[in-house]
């Protein structure tokens, strides 16, 4: 008997009972629909951030930050500045190293003033796959170009609905910077009077009293401390400058990547950021800088910035784990995104592997009516059997006979149950797409159908029934053939 | 008869059933011998044990005791597969109630045995169309059971009891539920085949016909032979 003899002679007998047969396979078609439509969410979230990692080079990105201080209190926590961007750029392996800068700006574009974060770029790091991909291939004419590059969010903050017409228009920007300078300028001379006349107001001879001293030094601290936050915070330095838009970054919003709204040649924005005062203009840089012993900087690094995260481009032939040692090794801390999306395929496993059983769960009930069909089946032509029998059938023949019909009714079932799973998923994506679109997300298909996800439903669907229809089959084989003919 | 030297011999074979606590003898102490070519009648009342012996002849049902040997081999020491195969290659059966699958047509139903072996798909419908043919039923092949009269379907049961040339075949009352002039062209038919060389055992309770067209007559009476006897005289179809 060959294969399509068993199937053409399943089909048969499927047909002679259609309305059973039909509720039979539509609990396998539901159960292999939900399972398709779940897993090919998984799948297509998968799809979605592998194509993210490819796309962006990703795997060849590694981030360097500092030790956390409280990782190893009794080790001094490396700065991250341009002399260890030199060490670093000398390992084995690292292509590229640049590093984060981002900072406030307030930018006049179209008699308007907008404020938002700006970030440098070398022009090497144009090239790699990362920002090529991000800039669409386009870079600056020079490090020190009056140029920059704008995001949607930047169109979307300053209201351009078409955006090529922002091409070769120009901004001004304007960058304010708070030093340490200026915080003690401010000790010395604040709005509320300056140190002498604050000096001039104790009394001297109350000075013997301890209480009297007290109160002074108190009340002058904190007038101290006040003075030198406010001269940090609100006596900013501030540089402008006029920047002509060479180019709008690709619509990546949805990807998860972040990029400040203004991108700048690493040079301009040097004289543009606190590179040129040392500190940051955010109150955390301050803090920063304190805690890494940067406050008041030597001679040796008074011209030194420091960083938050350098992030390093690798030759993708050279082994991540060698390089990423040798980062540790200088003391810093590192974070690769070849780690993380190992990391993010073994989320998608656990949760694949969570709706695999969910959906095994409305196979195995699925498979509850494969068996009473099956029996059903069994006991209505047990006289069938007889025959089949005492013309010659082995009962091996027999078994896999009604093994067969279990598993058309498996295939029939997964093979209309991906259809309907798919065409399910379609239409939630069609619905989450338009979403998107309203919520103004670029729009991206949630749901993938894979070859190996068609398999696998199709074999689970398949296995399941042979599973279910092994008893029913076993009970055909055992069929006493004289006793079956003399059945009705 | 030719004891011990027949192309089917059986041996002191008893075939009994426990039904609660009762013990039934439908076969007991029966020793035949079969030669080819024969057309062996097995008479006897309702419950007699013919149709007993006709399941242990073809290979369905076991023995309590004693054995049966075809061609000098004890079917009892056959394996599984060496019975399946002794019943399609050399066993052919026919039933009083035809036991065709209703939904299959006429030329479907005679391919079935074939379905059991290597026989290629395209040989099989040959010799099913060539078997039908024969038995003059070519006309009627695309037929379903139910639109066939009861001789009609007993025609493509014999066709389908015949498609794989076995050496016997095996009939339990194939008249029985065909009028008159259906039953006489079955056995007209039985005859015709009988005389081209094919060994029949018909099991009928009906001596008449048996006396008929049989060359050997059997009479079992509560499960034992109690004459066999040799009918020769000719026989005219």
């Known amino acids: 008997m060959t294969v399509r003899d068993l199937i053409e002679i399943s089909l048969n007998n499927l047909w002679r009972s259609k309305l059973r047969s039909f509720l039979t396979i539509s609990g396998v078609i539901i159960a292999i629909a939900a399972f398709v439509s779940m897993l090919s969410f998984g799948a297509g979230n998968q799809k979605y951030i592998t194509d993210t990692y490819v796309n962006f080079g990703l795997f060849t990105n590694i981030n360097v930050y500092p030790q956390r201080a409280d990782d190893n209190d009794t080790v001094e926590v490396k700065p991250l500045t341009n002399a260890v961007i030199q060490e670093l750029s000398k390992i084995p392996g690292v292509n590229l190293v640049y590093p984060y800068d981002a900072f406030k700006v307030s930018v006049n574009f179209a008699d308007s003033l907008f404020f938002m974060q700006a970030r440098s770029l070398p022009?090497?790091?144009?090239?790699?796959?990362?920002?090529?991909?991000?800039?669409?291939?386009?870079?600056?004419?020079?490090?020190?170009?009056?140029?920059?590059?704008?995001?949607?969010?930047?169109?979307?903050?300053?209201?351009?609905?078409?955006?090529?017409?922002?091409?070769?228009?120009?901004?001004?920007?304007?960058?304010?910077?708070?030093?340490?300078?200026?915080?003690?300028?401010?000790?010395?001379?604040?709005?509320?009077?300056?140190?002498?006349?604050?000096?001039?107001?104790?009394?001297?001879?109350?000075?013997?009293?301890?209480?009297?001293?007290?109160?002074?030094?108190?009340?002058?601290?904190?007038?101290?401390?006040?003075?030198?936050?406010?001269?940090?915070?609100?006596?900013?330095?501030?540089?402008?400058?006029?920047?002509?838009?060479?180019?709008?970054?690709?619509?990546?919003?949805?990807?998860?990547?972040?990029?400040?709204?203004?991108?700048?040649?690493?040079?301009?924005?040097?004289?543009?950021?606190?590179?040129?005062?040392?500190?940051?203009?955010?109150?955390?840089?301050?803090?920063?800088?304190?805690?890494?012993?940067?406050?008041?900087?030597?001679?040796?690094n008074k011209n030194s910035k420091s960083y938050t995260r350098v992030t390093l481009n690798l030759d993708p032939y050279v082994s991540q784990e060698k390089i990423i040692d040798s980062v540790e090794s200088l003391g810093f801390r590192v974070f690769s995104f070849a780690e993380q999306f190992k990391e993010i395929r073994r989320f998608f496993l656990y949760y694949n592997l969570g709706l695999a059983v969910i959906g095994l769960i409305a196979l195995a009930t699925a498979a509850l009516g494969i068996i009473n069909t099956m029996v059903m089946s069994i006991v209505e032509r047990r006289k069938e059997i007889g025959v089949f029998i005492s013309l010659g059938a082995d009962v091996r023949e027999i078994k896999i006979m009604f093994l067969a019909e279990s598993a058309v009714i498996g295939a029939i079932g997964a093979t209309v149950g991906i259809i309907i799973g798919w065409a399910a998923s379609r239409i939630v994506s069609a619905v989450m797409r338009a979403i998107m679109e309203r919520e103004n997300i670029p729009p991206f298909d949630p749901f993938a159908l894979p070859i190996w996800l068609i398999a696998l439903a199709l074999a689970f669907g398949i296995i399941v029934s042979l599973i279910a229809g092994y008893y029913p089959a076993s009970r055909a084989a055992k069929v006493d053939p004289v006793e079956a003919l003399r059945s009705e | 008869?030719?004891?011990?030297?027949?192309?089917?011999?059986?041996?002191?074979?008893?075939?009994?059933?426990?039904?609660?606590?009762?013990?039934?003898?439908?076969?007991?102490?029966?020793?035949?011998?079969?030669?080819?070519?024969?057309?062996?009648?097995?008479?006897?009342?309702?419950?007699?044990?013919?149709?007993?012996?006709?399941?242990?002849?073809?290979?369905?049902?076991?023995?309590?005791?004693?054995?049966?040997?075809?061609?000098?081999?004890?079917?009892?020491?056959?394996?599984?597969?060496?019975?399946?195969?002794?019943?399609?290659?050399?066993?052919?059966?026919?039933?009083?109630?035809?036991?065709?699958?209703?939904?299959?047509?006429?030329?479907?139903?005679?391919?079935?045995?074939?379905?059991?072996?290597?026989?290629?798909?395209?040989?099989?419908?040959?010799?099913a169309i060539e078997i039908l043919e024969r038995l003059g039923m070519a006309e009627r092949m695309d037929h379903k059971p139910t639109d066939l009269s009861g001789g009609e379907q007993q025609r493509v049961a014999i066709a389908r009891a015949l498609v794989k040339n076995p050496e016997v075949l095996f009939a339990d009352e194939p008249t029985g539920n065909l009028d008159k002039d259906n039953s006489s062209a079955i056995i007209d038919l039985l005859l015709k085949l009988n005389k081209e060389g094919l060994t029949i055992v018909m099991v009928t309770h009906d001596i008449e016909t048996a006396d008929k067209i049989a060359r050997r007559r059997v009479k079992m009476s509560y499960g034992k032979i109690v004459e066999d006897t040799s009918l020769s005289r000719d026989i005219s179809i």
């Open chain 1, 123 to 300: 022009i090497a790091a144009t090239k790699i796959k990362l920002f090529s991909n991000i800039l669409d291939g386009k870079t600056f004419s020079s490090d020190s170009a009056d140029e920059v590059f704008v995001t949607h969010e930047f169109l979307e903050k300053v209201g351009i609905t078409e955006p090529d017409s922002v091409i070769g228009q120009k901004l001004v920007i304007c960058a304010k910077a708070s030093s340490l300078d200026s915080a003690l300028v401010n000790i010395l001379d604040d709005k509320n009077g300056s140190l002498g006349e604050r000096l001039k107001a104790i009394k001297i001879d109350s000075l013997r009293y301890a209480k009297y001293r007290k109160r002074i030094m108190r009340q002058e601290l904190n007038e101290g401390i006040r003075r030198f936050v406010d001269g940090f915070t609100n006596r900013q330095l501030s540089a402008y400058d006029t920047l002509t838009i060479v180019g709008i970054t690709k619509d990546f919003r949805s990807r998860q990547i972040n990029v400040a709204p203004l991108i700048i040649p690493e040079k301009k924005a040097a004289q543009l950021s606190a590179g040129g005062f040392g500190i940051g203009n955010d109150p955390l840089d301050l803090y920063n800088a304190a805690k890494a012993g940067m406050l008041f900087k030597t001679d040796e």
């Open chain 2, 1 to 127: 008869m030719n004891l011990e030297n027949g192309w089917i011999n059986t041996f002191d074979l008893c075939r009994f059933y426990q039904r609660g606590e009762h013990i039934v003898r439908a076969a007991e102490d029966i020793s035949l011998s079969i030669n080819k070519g024969e057309f062996i009648a097995i008479v006897g009342a309702s419950g007699s044990g013919k149709s007993t012996l006709l399941n242990l002849l073809a290979g369905l049902d076991t023995p309590t005791s004693g054995h049966i040997e075809v061609e000098g081999i004890k079917l009892g020491k056959f394996s599984r597969r060496q019975l399946s195969n002794y019943r399609a290659e050399k066993v052919g059966m026919i039933f009083q109630s035809f036991n065709l699958l209703p939904n299959q047509t006429a030329l479907k139903n005679v391919e079935i045995p074939l379905y059991f072996g290597t026989t290629p798909r395209k040989e099989r419908r040959h010799k």
